[in-house]
């Protein structure tokens, strides 16, 4: 018998628990589809700093936009005139950042740090001071502190939704540009490119995300779905293309099952789920991913260590010296010796690795400087690692006169 619990969390994952769950669960993932991809370059650019204090200086803003809407008699909490406060308090806490930095000693973090902190205080003290007005509506203004994804209208999650897709539509059609500003800014510079200009750009597209972003997870986690998701996509690829994708596609599956984990669990807090599950995929990326993996790289060091022994006592086994018991178990298991002698196969192996280890040398010798980084020396067939003719040279020149 399947477990109802497991049959409502299918049901949601595949948009049929209703429209309204559907909707939620579609324009969350959206969301952690823009942050992953937008995010992407926040990392390599390392503005991922800024973005904390982005999110938390847009609290201002929305307290500011709540009371205008009262004065002006504006509904009650109108999620356009919130979202477009929350811009404007965030863009003026992204240009205090800079102008401290550019025009005081201040370093950049330290700027980060003061400007986070005042901004989000006074934006507490105003939410105190609205708590006190005799209004309607100010009780769901603390919502945007930690996210409240499952009290999302149908028009909301729709509005979040086609934002977050316009955000990383912008990335697909910058990319060039954002790359560049990314890896060499200098360049960039040199060559004519408006760098001031596109770095504005890609912050702009951090605000959106982050504005976008306040009602799913809240302020002060929204960075989360900025940062997490390509920090954990940097562990599988080196390459940006794959990087920017990975990182997309790990923001939007923990929105998709971050909002379902908290339809299940409604008690628990949505924002603080969707962010937990992305945590998640940065562990499980941070131990098993094949190229940057913990578990992955104690496999190529354990590899690198066990074929430096074996090549060394394959050596020493044709000099005529023995080899360490523990490394002759190995050595008869891959059937380079039998009763303490090298086999055919082992004569053969043997001899390539004496080669090998003796080029090697020279080439360590004669070029120290030139010894190329992706190399491990003693363990990586020379031939496979340097061109034919230097081999050619090297034994020319450590050959016996």
């Given at each position: 018998?399947?477990?109802?619990?497991?049959?409502?969390?299918?049901?949601?994952?595949?948009?049929?628990?209703?429209?309204?769950?559907?909707v939620v669960v579609?324009?969350?993932?959206?969301?952690?589809?823009?942050?992953?991809?937008?995010?992407?370059?926040?990392?390599?650019?390392?503005?991922?700093?800024?973005?904390?204090?982005?999110?938390?200086?847009?609290?201002?803003?929305?307290?500011?936009?709540?009371?205008?809407?009262?004065?002006?008699?504006?509904?009650?909490?109108?999620?356009?005139?919130?979202?477009?406060?929350?811009?404007?308090?965030?863009?003026?806490?992204?240009?205090?950042?800079?102008?401290?930095?550019?025009?005081?000693?201040?370093?950049?973090?330290?700027?980060?740090?003061?400007?986070?902190?005042?901004?989000?205080?006074?934006?507490?003290?105003?939410?105190?001071?609205?708590?006190?007005?005799?209004?309607?509506?100010?009780?769901?203004?603390?919502?945007?502190?930690?996210?409240?994804?499952?009290?999302?209208?149908?028009?909301?999650?729709?509005?979040?939704?086609?934002?977050?897709?316009?955000?990383?539509?912008?990335?697909?059609?910058?990319?060039?540009?954002?790359?560049?500003?990314?890896?060499?800014?200098?360049?960039?510079?040199?060559?004519?490119?408006?760098?001031?200009?596109?770095?504005?750009?890609?912050?702009?597209?951090?605000?959106?995300?982050?504005?976008?972003?306040?009602?799913?997870?809240?302020?002060?986690?929204?960075?989360?779905?900025?940062?997490?998701?390509?920090?954990?996509?940097?562990?599988?690829?080196?390459?940006?293309?794959?990087?920017?994708?990975?990182?997309?596609?790990?923001?939007?599956?923990?929105?998709?099952?971050?909002?379902?984990?908290?339809?299940?669990?409604?008690?628990?807090?949505?924002?603080?789920?969707?962010?937990?599950?992305?945590?998640?995929?940065?562990?499980?990326?941070?131990?098993?991913?094949?190229?940057?993996?913990?578990?992955?790289?104690?496999?190529?060091?354990?590899?690198?260590?066990?074929?430096?022994?074996?090549?060394?006592?394959?050596?020493d086994l044709l000099?005529?010296?023995?080899?360490?018991?523990?490394?002759?178990?190995?050595?008869?298991?891959?059937?380079?010796?039998?009763?303490?002698?090298?086999?055919?196969?082992?004569?053969?192996?043997?001899?390539?690795?004496?080669?090998?280890?003796?080029?090697?040398?020279?080439?360590?010798?004669?070029?120290?400087?030139?010894l190329p980084a992706?190399?491990?020396?003693?363990?990586?067939?020379?031939?496979?690692?340097?061109?034919?003719?230097?081999?050619?040279?090297?034994?020319?020149?450590?050959?016996?006169?």
């Amino acid at each position: 018998m399947i477990d109802p619990m497991f049959e409502e969390a299918l049901r949601i994952l595949t948009f049929q628990s209703g429209f309204n769950s559907a909707v939620v669960v579609a324009g969350t993932a959206a969301l952690g589809l823009a942050g992953g991809t937008v995010g992407t370059f926040l990392l390599l650019r390392r503005r991922a700093l800024v973005s904390d204090a982005l999110s938390h200086a847009t609290l201002p803003g929305i307290a500011v936009a709540f009371l205008v809407g009262a004065a002006l008699g504006l509904p009650e909490r109108s999620l356009p005139l919130l979202l477009a406060g929350a811009v404007a308090s965030g863009v003026v806490g992204l240009l205090t950042v800079q102008a401290l930095s550019r025009f005081t000693r201040l370093t950049e973090d330290s700027a980060i740090g003061a400007v986070l902190s005042v901004f989000f205080g006074l934006g507490v003290v105003l939410l105190s001071v609205i708590q006190n007005l005799e209004l309607g509506g100010q009780a769901g203004l603390k919502t945007f502190i930690l996210g409240q994804t499952a009290a999302m209208a149908q028009g909301e999650a729709i509005a979040i939704g086609l934002l977050a897709a316009g955000a990383a539509l912008a990335v697909a059609l910058l990319f060039k540009e954002l790359r560049v500003l990314a890896f060499d800014p200098g360049f960039a510079a040199v060559q004519g490119w408006p760098v001031g200009a596109l770095d504005l750009a890609l912050m702009g597209l951090a605000t959106l995300v982050t504005v976008i972003g306040l009602q799913t997870v809240g302020l002060i986690l929204v960075v989360a779905l900025l940062i997490i998701p390509p920090a954990a996509a940097r562990f599988w690829t080196d390459r940006l293309p794959a990087l920017t994708l990975i990182a997309a596609v790990i923001g939007a599956l923990s929105g998709w099952l971050g909002a379902t984990l908290s339809a299940l669990l409604p008690k628990l807090p949505a924002g603080a789920v969707i962010v937990l599950v992305a945590g998640g995929f940065f562990l499980l990326s941070f131990l098993f991913a094949p190229a940057r993996g913990l578990v992955a790289a104690a496999l190529r060091q354990g590899r690198l260590r066990l074929t430096f022994a074996e090549r060394r006592a394959l050596t020493d086994l044709l000099d005529g010296r023995p080899a360490e018991s523990s490394v002759a178990l190995w050595l008869r298991l891959r059937g380079y010796i039998q009763d303490g002698a090298l086999t055919a196969a082992g004569q053969t192996a043997a001899r390539a690795a004496a080669r090998d280890r003796r080029l090697w040398e020279r080439f360590l010798a004669d070029y120290p400087a030139l010894l190329p980084a992706h190399a491990n020396w003693g363990v990586d067939p020379i031939d496979s690692v340097l061109p034919g003719d230097m081999v050619r040279l090297l034994e020319e020149r450590s050959a016996p006169s």
